[in-house]
């Protein structure tokens, strides 16, 4: 990729550099995020519980929805952090610590691909700022536009932490296609393994380094081209075999779910508009164009290889909504992420030579380009009232010369006054962590007695999403499994809906009796209500934790 890896200095010197500076990212970011919990609507709440039953099955009976998602989301995943959750007991620990060597993997290799291009100093310069950007970012708004942030521990974070090592291999394999088939099969042989741990993050990546190939030119002609593409799809599909064949288990039901109940749920998937998916790259374009800008005039075979890299990762991340009409939820969005990271080493690499031509026209526009992809949205708003970027704003006055209107979420269930999603407030979410801890004692013997069964709660399905993650128990349904179920899982999930319909209806409802006929209904026997909920005279309550309040129920 980047020409012959050729480091200016001894190895160890990138494995070092990395190891401190991601030590160091890790204990600021643990010491300017002190007593957070894991948000309402995060993946980790659904992949903490599931790591807590990889390693101890007992947990979480009778949570179906929790049972359905454990086909659906990585099974290595789950037992890889299973085994730190039971060493590190609290979820966002357990993040970290499972965060860190990933995290160090990932700047390590960031510092040999800039030091094979641009030495030593580069490299150490790059590696600060790759550590330092996303939370740069966070603060500019662009929460999940960063490379990767300490503490980043999900699935896909663990794949792009190898990422420029799979560059690396993909450069030591770049004559495969003239004839050393071998190293190319092993690369994407090793890409399919990790489509175990996730498997979009795998397949955009082996879709990037395939269409790289591709643009390449090749003595042997189409017919070579074929060959090696032949090669790497199979090498692929064997080294990810054992997902495929979850994945085939899928329990789907036949149908779809209703556009309108995505579009509420899930957001984007299936009903963007141009200038909606134009926000998702913006600032990934402003970026990577700097980079471009300033390493005008130098055609270095390695830099120009990058640069291509980053503007064929954004052009494939643009047609997304084209892959999306051929295999619903592929995502190719999420290869802005490849893009920025290669953009920031890219800056590293260009800089220097930029100040020392002083070449004033370069750094100045690259700044404004930078600078007009972070702030763009505070920029537009300024100038036009609209809180958009440059170029979505650009794509949006078409889209209203042309009639195209943006989607609007439906608002298909009856709010209702409530505390709100607890990580939000310290107060909540101190007293969301104390009505956990209530029930983690609850499930306190080590050796349970044969009749005993860890207790499935009814809990405010809108806001309690974190709530398996940190008690232990399982939750009778929340609006967390609505973005797995409707994404996966068919006509499957239009009876999550009709579920979670059933309990806002109960949680809203004046009429304390809609609540005991759920409980009944679910077999619950505790319950977990807001301040101002009225409780049915036959449910006791025996814990209490401002707003919330913990009930045995009158279910048998």
Not at 22 to 47: K, M, P, Q, W, Y
Not at 351 to 375: C, E, F, K, Q, S
Not at 511 to 523: E, M, Q, T, W, Y
């Amino acid at each position: 990729m980047t020409g012959p890896v050729a480091p200016r200095t001894p190895p160890a010197h990138a494995w070092i550099a990395a190891t401190v500076i991601a030590f160091v990212a890790a204990a600021v970011h643990a010491v300017t995020n002190r007593g957070e919990i894991l948000h309402g609507l995060s993946d980790e709440s659904l992949l903490v519980p599931l790591a807590r039953k990889a390693w101890n099955p007992q947990l979480y009976a009778g949570d179906a929805w929790l049972s359905l998602a454990e086909q659906v989301f990585s099974r290595t995943y789950s037992f890889l952090f299973g085994a730190v959750l039971e060493v590190a007991d609290d979820p966002v620990v357990a993040m970290r610590v499972l965060a860190l060597p990933f995290h160090i993997v990932f700047l390590a290799g960031s510092y040999r691909l800039v030091e094979a291009v641009r030495g030593r100093g580069a490299a150490l310069s790059a590696t600060i700022a790759l550590a330092m950007l996303p939370s740069i970012l966070s603060l500019a708004g662009h929460v999940a536009a960063g490379p990767l942030a300490a503490g980043a521990a999900l699935p896909r974070d663990l794949v792009f932490a190898l990422i420029p090592w799979l560059f690396i291999a993909r450069d030591a394999a770049s004559e495969a296609m003239h004839g050393r088939l071998a190293r190319r099969a092993a690369l994407f042989f090793a890409l399919g393994l990790l489509a175990n741990l996730h498997p979009l993050t795998a397949i955009h990546v082996a879709a990037l380094f395939v269409l790289l190939d591709v643009m390449r030119p090749h003595p042997g002609g189409l017919r070579a081209v074929g060959v090696a593409v032949a090669v790497a799809g199979a090498a692929f599909a064997v080294g990810a075999l054992p997902f495929v064949a979850q994945w085939l288990a899928y329990p789907r039901t036949p149908g779809v779910v209703p556009r309108e109940l995505v579009l509420w749920r899930v957001g984007g998937i299936g009903a963007d508009t141009p200038s909606i998916w134009m926000a998702r790259i913006e600032l990934q374009l402003f970026v990577v164009a700097s980079a471009c800008v300033l390493g005008r005039g130098r055609p270095d075979p390695a830099r120009r290889a990058l640069r291509t890299a980053a503007l064929v990762a954004l052009v494939l991340a643009a047609l997304g909504p084209v892959f999306n009409m051929v295999v619903a939820g592929i995502q190719f969005d999420r290869l802005t992420r490849v893009a920025l990271w290669i953009a920031a080493l890219l800056w590293a690499a260009e800089l220097p030579g930029a100040l020392r031509a002083r070449d004033r026209v370069a750094l100045a526009l690259a700044i404004a380009l930078v600078l007009t992809g972070v702030h763009g949205r505070t920029l537009m708003r300024t100038v036009a009232a609209a809180n958009r970027g440059s170029i979505e704003w650009v794509a949006r006055r078409i889209e209203l010369r042309v009639g195209i209107a943006e989607p609007v979420k439906p608002d298909l269930l009856p709010d209702r006054p409530r505390p709100g999603e607890p990580s939000i407030d310290a107060a909540r979410a101190a007293a969301f962590l104390d009505v956990c801890a209530w029930f983690r004692r609850l499930t306190g013997p080590v050796v349970p007695p044969a009749w005993w069964m860890p207790p499935l709660v009814a809990v405010p399905p809108e806001d309690f999403g974190a709530f398996r993650a940190y008690s232990g128990c399982g939750a009778v349904v929340t609006k967390k499994e609505g973005g797995f179920a409707l994404s996966f899982l068919g006509g499957r999930g239009n009876d999550w809906f009709a579920e979670y319909g059933a309990a806002v209806g109960a949680w809203s409802a004046t009429n304390p009796i809609a609540r005991d006929v759920l409980g009944k209904s679910r077999g619950v026997r505790w319950a977990v209500l807001d301040a101002d909920q009225e409780a049915p005279a036959s449910w006791t309550e025996v814990h209490r934790a401002p707003p919330y309040r913990v009930f045995r129920t009158s279910a048998e």
